[in-house]
């Protein structure tokens, strides 16, 4: 289950932009056909944009990388 979670945090960490500039591309000027699994990935994606948008990553004093 570790795999899993791992690979999916690593999946959408990288993935997220490209998949909205390609629905918005495909949809919008392509005039791809809807899909309902590419739109939940979008919809899962621009999910994670805005979260990223409010909450931005802060970086601990616990990881700093140096032991004391």
């Known amino acids: 289950m570790k ?5 999916l945090i690593f999946f ?3 993935i997220k932009y490209p998949i909205v500039i ?3 591309l495909a949809y919008f000027y392509l ?3 809807t899909s309902l699994i590419m739109n939940i990935l ?4 621009l999910l994670l944009i805005v ?4 909450f931005p990553y802060k970086k601990s004093d616990n990881c700093s990388g ?3």
């Open 66 to 68: 140096v032991k004391k």
């Open 22 to 24: 390609y629905l918005l």
């Open 31 to 33: 005039e791809v056909e």
């Open 12 to 14: 959408f960490y990288f």
């Open 51 to 54: 979260k990223d948008l409010f």
């Open 3 to 7: 795999k899993i979670y791992g690979t």
């Open 42 to 45: 979008g919809f899962v994606s």
